[in-house]
C-alpha cells in the first residue's frame, strides 16, 4: 500500500505562518501530480495547491499569494508554505498524488488551527 507521509500542521495565529511537508515513495513521486487538499468542518474537500512533475504550479483563488507548494525531487518531498494564514484557513490538510493512470494516493491528513 503506498503511503504518503505528512507534518507540519499545528496552531497558529492570524497572520503567522506554516510548513507542510510529505514524502511520497520515489516511484510514486516522480511521475505523479503533487498536491494539496483541505477539509473544513461541516464542508466539502477543496483543492489547495498543485505541482506538476515539471514544476508547474496552481492554486485555488482563496490562497493565491499566501501559500506555496514545492517539490524537492532529491528528497521525494511535496511543500506547502503558508503564510498570512486566516482562521478560514483551519481544516484538515491531506497530500495527494495523482499518477498518470489517474490512481490517487492520500496522506492521513494533518490539522491547521489558525486562531488567536
Known amino acids: 500500500q503506498v503511503q504518503l507521509v505528512e507534518s507540519g500542521g499545528g496552531l497558529v495565529q492570524p497572520g503567522g505562518s506554516l510548513r507542510l511537508s510529505c514524502a511520497a515513495p520515489v516511484s510514486i513521486f516522480r511521475i505523479s501530480i503533487m498536491g494539496w487538499y483541505r477539509q473544513a468542518p461541516g464542508k466539502q474537500l477543496e483543492l489547495v495547491a498543485t505541482?506538476?512533475?515539471?514544476?508547474?504550479?496552481n492554486y485555488a483563488d482563496s490562497v493565491k499569494g499566501r501559500f506555496t507548494i514545492s517539490r524537492d525531487t532529491a528528497k521525494n518531498t511535496v511543500y506547502l508554505q503558508m503564510n498570512s494564514l486566516k482562521p478560514e484557513d483551519t481544516a484538515v490538510y491531506y497530500c495527494?498524488?495523482?499518477?498518470?493512470?489517474?490512481?490517487?494516493?492520500w496522506g492521513q491528513g494533518t490539522q491547521v488551527t489558525v486562531s488567536s
Open positions: 505541482v506538476t512533475s515539471g514544476g508547474s504550479t
Open positions: 495527494n498524488a495523482a499518477s498518470p493512470a489517474l490512481r490517487h494516493y
